[in-house]
């Protein structure tokens, strides 16, 4: 009887790039939709990995039967795609107009300078990505903000900056 020996070797880049090349192929490959699209796929793969990298341009083309050009036209078209990996959490604040009658705008404020960021984008230290929302479905908890998906109405600024600080300190072991 023979055991396996094999010493266990962390990730190469190598190895990552085709496992990263593997979960592309799995997210296009296998999407449940009914007629697979260009659109469809780059949706897929940015469910699957939360991001579009640039080696899923070409796949998609493969799949698709299209070009690397048509691929990233559809892909830079829409704004919600993104090119980079995700923050650790994301931060939302609603700013339609129930949110920006009672006070979003101080909401915003104090996020976006706990975050230390002039507007939507990733931090620094990639602990929470920051996006404006046009509307979290929660007008009459106005105004709304959302990290990781979990709602907070009827939220103050200094409310929103607690949340924030607590996000870090649940992350750094600390406050900052």
């Not at 190469?12 to 799995?26: A, C, G, Y």
């Not at 007629?35 to 341009?57: M, R």
């Not at 796949?59 to 993104?82: C, D, K, L």
Request: glycine share 6%; proline share 6%; with cysteine.
């Amino acid at each position: 009887m023979s055991s396996d020996i094999t010493p266990k070797i962390d990730p190469t880049p190598d190895s990552e790039k085709q496992d990263l090349k593997d979960r592309i192929n799995k997210a296009v490959t296998t999407q449940k939709r009914p007629t697979v699209t260009v659109l469809s796929s780059l949706l897929s793969i940015e469910d699957e990995l939360g991001y579009i990298p640039d080696e899923a341009i070409s796949i998609v083309a493969e799949y698709n039967n299209s070009t690397i050009n048509e691929v990233w036209g559809v892909a830079s078209f829409y704004p919600n795609f993104r090119f980079d990996p995700p923050s650790k959490n994301t931060v939302e604040v609603c700013w339609g107009p129930s949110c920006h009658l009672v006070g979003a705008t101080d909401v915003i404020k104090a996020v976006l300078d706990e975050l230390e960021l002039d507007g939507e984008g990733d931090t620094i230290d990639k602990i929470a990505t920051f996006k404006f929302n046009t509307c979290l479905g929660a007008c009459p908890q106005a105004p709304v903000m959302s990290i990781n998906h979990r709602m907070y109405g009827k939220i103050s600024a200094k409310q929103a900056k607690s949340h924030i600080l607590e996000l870090r300190k649940n992350i750094n072991g600390s406050d900052k």
